[in-house]
């Protein structure tokens, strides 16, 4: 049984190797971690405005993109005030 199977059909937060942070419901993936995620947004971080929210909708990432998925905690998720957060965007992950 993979880890990710546990993650299905929760919130999950995907940081790809070039620094974005997509969240969303896992719904599948397959043997290459490629991953299928619906009501998906990426979030957008900035040092002068901010968190930046783009709506997605149902969305695939390849596998070779991923760096990191882990599950996000709903209920603290929903009490972020994403407008007032400022941080510095992630660059891309260096090998």
């Known amino acids: 049984m993979s880890g990710l199977e546990s993650y299905i059909n929760h919130t999950v937060s995907i940081i790809t190797a070039d620094g974005r942070n997509f969240i969303g419901t896992l719904k599948g993936f397959d043997q290459t971690i ?20 783009i709506v997605l909708g149902l969305h695939i990432i390849r596998g070779d993109n ?17 407008a007032n957060i400022r941080g510095e965007p992630l660059g891309p992950v260096v090998h």
């Open 34 to 53: 490629n991953i299928i995620i619906e009501e998906c947004h990426e979030r957008v971080f900035s040092t002068t405005a901010g968190i930046e929210q």
């Open 66 to 82: 991923i760096a990191v998925i882990g599950l996000i905690d709903d209920t603290i998720d929903s009490r972020l005030d994403l």
